[in-house]
């Protein structure tokens, strides 16, 4: 009898052994291999316009990562220039893209790919560019510590062809008057558009000439019905439909515009814009941008930008015409009387030109920094 009792006891250890063994084995991580993930895009080359916004444009799909152990990864991709992919500071500056979980794929429309390309990554539109995109595969804890597993990487690249997506409001085109000559077409830094489709435009104008009796009358025609011509009101702020050309002073000078077709008002407002920002300690006047007139952009050349910090294109010294962006990174009016927006976000530390487009009119407002 005691010796069955020895038996039988000795069998449960050896089962015990066997069984923590093999408890043990399923907990032992093994980082699989980059190419086991098979990361994959549908397309090599991608070639955006707005008549393929609503089509599929890209789909990344890979395979499940297994780790060798009972976790669960987590996924994400990261978009960025091949330029970026290298060094010290690789991937830095990635757009990223985490994954909901158990999903083994993301499909881009038109739209959101084109979105990504140009206003996040902020690559140039009209031409072909290279794009290195990374599959992250990784493991997390849920006490938000860091993991001590190594992440998986998967990475391809791709050509791609993003397009400027503008959306054409209305607007009131600039009809130059006696020796001013303008475009006949629609035509960027000559419209006042309605952002909100009201009777409200805005946009601004570069008035070149010395006299605006002379050069720099004009104008305005709707887009919406040409027919109606809005001209002389009678003062230098008001607008009719019978009057002739509208007058501007002073002359030379880049104006923001504001003109309501209800109300038939119209005002004009001599600016200069500057970068104001941590890096210059907030200052509304020693770092300016300079007007070009060929481009239609205003241009600051050699700014030296911090990562980390943040700064706001300021007008005349001051805050009462500013922009920041929005939660999308789009550029928004903060001035005076809304005062909103968020302060321009700096990504990168370096030396940059700056470049802020103010030339489609209202709501196509655009800035980059190169």
Known sequence: ????????????????????????????????????????????????????????????SFKAANFGASVIPTYSLEFDVPADTVGAN???????????AGTFEKTYSGADFNSLLANQLLLPTGVVSTVAVR??????????????????????TMTVNPYKATIEYPALMVKGGNSWKTPTARTNGFVLTSAKFNSKYEGYLNLPNADGYGGDAFQLVSTKDASKVYGWGGTSTTMSLT??????????????VNADVDALTITYTPVKFFISGDDNAWSTSSTP???????????????SLTAGKTFVFTCNGGYDISYKVDANGALVYAGAPTWGGINIPVTKTGVFTVTLDLSAGDGNYTYSIK
Request: hydrophobic share 45%.
């Open 1 to 60: 009898m005691k010796k069955s009792i020895q038996l039988i006891y000795t069998l449960l250890l050896i089962s015990l052994f066997l069984g923590c063994k093999k408890d043990d084995s399923t907990n032992i991580v093994t980082p699989p291999g980059a190419g086991s993930l098979a990361f994959k895009s549908s397309a090599a080359s991608v070639v955006l316009t707005s008549a393929n916004d609503a089509a599929n444009a890209a789909t990344f």
């Open 90 to 100: 690789a991937w830095a500056n990635a757009v990223i893209v985490k994954l909901a």
């Open 135 to 156: 599959l992250k595969a990784e493991v997390t804890q849920n006490t938000g510590t860091a993991s001590t597993i190594k992440p998986i990487y998967s990475s391809l």
């Open 243 to 256: 009057g002739g050309n509208l007058y501007l002073t002073p002359a030379p000078a880049y104006m923001k």
């Open 289 to 303: 941008l300079i007007y070009n007139a060929t481009t239609g952009k205003w241009v600051a050349a050699n700014v």
